[in-house]
C-alpha cells in the first residue's frame, strides 16, 4: 500500500514525487548518501559508536537525521544549520523511542495490550505523538511489534504478547495513533515498525542471540503484525538485530526487498537498528564495513542508524561500479518523501512552538488518557472470596519497596518520562481512601528484592494489625527491557519469603505485580487469596491500581501473553500445533508431556477476571458453509448477570480441522470488548471472511483452504463457552 496515498490528504501524491525527483536532480552522490546517513545525538541505546563532528558533518550535506538529540533547543540549532549552512538545505528528521509515551507515559506495551482495546491504545498514541511533536521531534521508533511467547526475553515488554491477530489489531492502532490522518498536522509523527522481523524468536529468550524458525512461523506468526502496520500506512520500518534463516535481517534480501517492498508494496523507508550495519561484520557475512554496506543497501535497507557505513563507503562503491546509483536514488526517495510528507521543506521549523509545547506535554487531559487505558490493563489474575473490591476498610497496611516507587511504575523505554511526575501505588492509596482509613506503609524488602529481618518483621507487625495488606512485589523495572533477558522468572530476592511471613498472620494479601513479563507464580497462586497483574503502569499508575483495589474501576484486562507454572515450560502458548501424541488421546505415558509439571500455563492467554458475571448463550452461525469470496456471521449473546457495570472482551478463536500443514489448536480469529450494565444482555456478532482464515500454506502462498472450521467462542482460550462448525467452499 503506497504511504504517499494513506496519510498525505493535503497534498497529493504526484505532487509530492515531482518534487522528490527535482530534488534529486540536484544533489550530487555524496549529498545522497549524506541522507542515508543517522547520527547520535547524545544519549546512547546502544554499545557506544564513534563520534564526528556533528555540526561539520551537517553542514557538508553528510547528515539526514539524528537520533536521540539532547534537548528542544540543540534540535533546533541543529535544523538551523541543516536548512540555513548546507548546500541544498535539506531539513533533518529528529527521531526518538517514544515506545509508551513521550512524557506521560501509559503502560508499557505488553500491558497495554492487556487492554484489548484498540481504540484506548490508538488515543495513547495520539497523544504520545502531540507531546513528541511538541518538543520539536518528527520521528518515533515505535511501535514495537514484534510477537514473542518467550517470558524469559526482556523485551516481551515492548510486545503484545503472543498473538499475530491481537498484535495486528493493535500495530495499527498505533500506527494510526502516531500518524493521524495527515502527517502535514502538527500533532503527528512519523512511526515506525520494529523490529523486522522475527526478533521475538531469540534462542533461550537471550537478547541479540540466533534466530532459526521456519517460514511457516515467520508468516504465520511474526508477519502479519508487520503487514498489519504497513496496510495502515507506516511510514519506516526497522531492521532486526536478528537473523532469518542465518541472514542477519538488515542484508536479507527475503526480508527486505520480497516480501516488504516487493510484496507488500511498502514505500516508506527503512532504517537499521543501532549500529546493526556494522554488525553484518560480526555476523560474519561481511568482511569488512564496505561489503556490510554493499549488503545491506542491495538488500533494500535504506538508512544507517548511528554505524558510519554507508556515508563511509557507499561513493566508492558506486564510482567502482559495484553499486548501482539507481539503488541509492530509491533509498533517498523514500527518505525525502517522508520529509516532504511532514511538511518540513515548507516550515523546518513547524515542530518548534514553545507555546504549544508548554501547553501540550503533560497536559491535564493527557494523564487521564493515561489513567484510563491503565485501568483497563490492569489483569486480575484471582480474586477468592472476593477479597476485592476493599470496601471501606479501618486499616490498609501498604508493604513493598515498588509501593513506594515512581520510578518503577514507568518501566523501560520511558523517553522523558519524570518519575517526580508518576504516581505510586501509595499515593494513589492514599488519595482514594477516605479520612477514616488508616494507610500504614511499611517497605518489607529492599528495592533489590532482599528482604532482610528486621524489615520482615515490620511488616508482620503491620499487617496483622491491618484490616487488609496491599503488598507491591514483582521486578524493578531495569529487569526488563532492551537487554534484560531473565533465566529465571520468578519473584525476585526475598518476596515470597515476605509474603510466606505476611500470610501467617491471617490478615486477607492483595498481590499487586508489577513487571514486564509473565512470571511464574505458581506458590503466589496458591497461597494468596487475590493478585492484580499491572505490569508497569506509567504515569497514572497508582492512580488507576487505587481504581481497581476499591472499585471505582471493574477490572477488564486479559492477558496477551500466557504465564507459565515454571521456566521450565517456556516458551509456552495457547495456539500450539499439535502433536502425533497428544497427551489428552496418547496412552498413558505415551504423550508429549512432562513427567513433573503439567503442560497447561499457570493462566492463559485472554484470561482475566472481573467483579461482575458474564454468561455466554445462543451461539449462532448465520450459514453453515460459504465460498471464498463471501462471509459468515458468528453471533453470541452475552448477559451480566452480576450485580455490578462491567466490560468483557469477548473472544472468537477458530480451528482448521484438515489442512496441507498442521494447523494450531485454536487460533484468535477475533475480538470485541463490550461495556454491560447489571442485567445487560447483548448480542455480539463478529464476521469471518476466507481471508480470516488464511496461513502459509504446503503451495507457499499465503492462503485459505477448503474444509471444516471449528468456531468456539469464550472467556479466554482456556474459557470455552460455546462452538460450532462451519465448511469453507472452494
Not at 502527517?183 to 512511526?191: E, H, K, P, Q
Request: charged fraction near 30%; charge should be negative.
Amino acid at each position: 500500500m503506497p504511504v504517499m496515498n494513506t496519510y498525505a490528504p493535503h497534498e497529493s501524491g504526484e505532487a509530492i514525487e515531482d518534487k522528490v525527483e527535482s530534488l534529486l536532480d540536484e544533489m550530487t552522490l555524496e549529498e545522497k548518501v549524506g541522507q542515508l546517513n543517522q547520527l547520535n545525538g547524545s544519549e546512547h541505546t546502544g554499545p557506544a559508536v564513534s563520534e564526528v563532528d556533528k555540526e561539520a558533518e551537517i553542514r557538508a550535506g553528510n547528515v539526514g537525521s539524528i537520533l536521540n538529540v539532547d534537548g528542544y533547543e540543540k534540535r533546533k540549532h541543529f535544523q538551523r544549520l541543516a536548512v540555513e549552512e548546507s548546500e541544498l538545505g535539506i531539513p533533518l528528521l529528529f527521531g526518538y523511542d517514544v515506545v509508551h509515551g513521550y512524557r506521560t507515559l501509559s503502560p508499557i506495551p505488553l500491558g497495554e495490550a492487556a487492554s484489548w482495546d484498540p481504540v484506548a491504545v490508538e488515543e495513547m498514541s495520539a497523544v504520545a505523538a502531540a507531546e513528541t511533536s511538541a518538543a520539536g521531534i518528527h520521528w518515533t521508533f515505535g511501535p514495537p511489534v514484534d510477537l514473542t511467547r518467550d517470558a524469559r526475553w526482556g523485551r516481551a515488554m515492548e510486545t503484545s504478547g503472543e498473538d499475530p491477530h491481537l498484535g495486528s489489531e493493535l500495530a495499527a492502532a498505533r500506527v494510526r495513533g502516531f500518524q493521524g490522518d495527515d502527517l502535514g498536522a502538527d500533532d503527528t509523527v512519523l512511526a515506525c515498525a520494529k523490529h523486522f522481523a522475527a526478533y521475538g524468536e531469540v534462542k533461550a529468550g537471550r537478547e541479540y542471540n540466533t534466530v532459526d524458525i521456519s517460514e511457516s512461523t515467520l508468516r504465520d506468526l511474526h508477519l502479519p503484525p508487520f503487514k498489519a502496520a504497513v496496510d495502515a500506512g507506516v511510514g519506516t520500518v526497522m531492521n532486526a538485530f536478528t537473523d532469518h534463516d542465518r541472514v542477519p535481517a538488515g542484508a536479507s534480501d527475503h526480508l527486505v526487498r520480497d516480501i516488504l517492498k516487493d510484496e507488500w508494496g511498502f514505500e516508506g523507508f527503512v532504517v537499521s537498528d543501532w549500529n546493526s550495519f556494522r554488525e553484518l561484520i560480526y555476523h560474519r557475512v561481511a568482511e569488512d564495513e564496505r561489503e556490510a554496506a554493499q549488503l545491506a543497501l542491495e538488500a533494500g535497507s535504506d538508512m544507517d542508524m548511528v554505524g558510519h557505513v554507508f556515508v563511509n563507503e557507499l561513493v566508492e562503491l558506486v564510482e567502482d561500479g559495484v553499486v548501482d546509483e539507481a539503488m541509492v536514488d530509491d533509498a533517498v526517495r523514500r527518505i525525502l518523501r517522508a520529509k516532504f510528507l511532514l511538511d518540513l521543506f515548507d516550515d523546518p521549523y513547524r515542530y518548534f512552538d514553545d507555546q504549544r509545547r508548554d501547553s501540550t506535554i503533560l497536559a491535564d487531559d493527557h494523564r487521564e488518557t493515561a489513567r484510563e487505558i491503565a485501568r483497563k490493563s490492569i489483569v486480575m489474575l484471582k480474586n477468592d472470596d472476593d477479597v476485592l473490591p476493599l470496601t471501606d476498610p479501618d486499616t490498609v497496611a501498604v508493604v513493598g519497596a515498588l509501593a513506594d516507587s515512581g520510578d518503577d511504575v514507568l518501566g523501560d523505554w520511558r523517553a522523558q518520562g519524570n518519575p517526580d511526575d508518576a504516581v505510586t501505588v501509595l499515593e494513589g492509596i492514599e488519595t482514594a481512601t477516605n479520612a477514616g482509613t488508616n494507610v500504614e506503609y511499611t517497605k518489607g524488602y529492599e528495592r533489590s528484592g532482599e528482604a532482610p529481618e528486621p524489615l520482615r518483621e515490620q511488616a508482620v507487625e503491620v499487617t496483622a494489625d491491618a484490616d487488609v495488606a496491599v503488598v507491591a512485589v514483582g521486578e524493578t523495572w531495569e529487569l526488563s527491557g532492551e537487554c534484560s533477558s531473565r533465566a529465571n522468572i520468578d519473584l525476585p530476592g526475598e518476596q515470597r519469603e515476605l509474603l510466606e511471613a505476611l500470610r501467617e498472620t491471617d490478615t486477607p494479601v492483595v498481590a499487586v505485580l508489577t513487571n514486564g513479563r509473565p512470571l511464574a507464580i505458581p506458590w503466589l497462586d496458591e497461597n494468596v487469596p487475590a493478585i492484580l497483574e499491572t505490569w508497569f503502569l506509567g504515569t497514572e499508575a497508582g492512580h488507576a491500581i487505587a481504581d481497581v483495589l476499591f472499585g471505582e474501576h471493574n477490572p477488564s484486562g486479559k492477558l496477551p501473553m500466557s504465564f507459565p507454572q515454571t521456566v521450565g515450560q517456556v516458551p509456552i502458548n495457547y495456539n500450539h500445533l499439535p502433536t502425533g501424541r497428544p497427551a489428552e488421546k496418547a496412552e498413558p505415558g505415551w504423550g508429549t508431556s512432562y513427567i513433573d509439571v503439567p503442560n497447561d500455563p499457570l493462566y492463559t492467554f485472554g484470561h482475566g477476571l472481573s467483579y461482575t458475571t458474564f454468561e455466554y448463550s445462543d451461539l449462532d452461525l448465520s450459514a453453515a458453509a460459504f465460498e471464498m469470496d463471501e462471509q459468515i456471521q458468528v453471533s453470541v449473546t452475552v448477559e451480566n448477570v452480576g450485580d455490578t457495570a462491567g466490560a468483557e472482551v469477548v473472544q472468537l478463536y477458530t480451528r482448521d480441522l484438515v489442512g496441507s500443514r498442521t494447523r494450531p489448536v485454536k487460533e484468535l480469529t477475533g475480538f470485541r470488548r463490550v461495556e454491560l450494565e447489571p442485567n445487560e444482555r447483548r448480542e455480539v456478532t463478529f464476521e469471518i471472511a476466507s481471508d480470516d482464515l488464511a496461513f502459509w500454506t504446503a503451495d507457499e502462498e499465503v492462503a485459505a483452504e477448503p474444509g471444516e472450521f471449528e468456531v468456539m467462542v469464550g472467556r479466554s482460550a482456556d474459557d470455552i463457552r460455546s462452538s460450532a462448525s462451519f465448511e469453507l467452499l472452494d
